[in-house]
């Protein structure tokens, strides 16, 4: 049965609502597709690592810095004390 409360949910006119698509491609596309996907995938790690690696040369001069300021360690004379 039709009635004008369906009407509602029809689609204007030329306009038609997206849905998912399949789209099927050759086997020696969709390889050289994931070539190229993996290439960019490599080149985002590489990218990562090296600065990575900066951060933890950077962290490593920080902590040189760091331990050439402390004082001596002297041992503790109460420490030494209670040892006895």
């Not at 900066?54 to 490593?60: A, F, G, K, P």
Request: aromatic share 8%.
């Amino acid at each position: 049965m039709y009635s004008l409360f369906d009407s509602v949910f029809d689609v204007p006119f030329g306009y038609s609502i997206p849905r998912d698509r399949v789209v099927v491609i050759p086997d020696s596309q969709y390889n050289k597709l994931r070539a190229q996907e993996n290439e960019r995938q490599v080149a985002k790690l590489e990218a990562r690592k090296e600065h990575h690696s900066q951060v933890i040369e950077r962290l490593n001069e920080q902590i040189g810095e760091l331990q050439a300021a402390l004082p001596a360690a002297e041992p503790d004379k109460e420490l030494a004390a209670t040892k006895e």
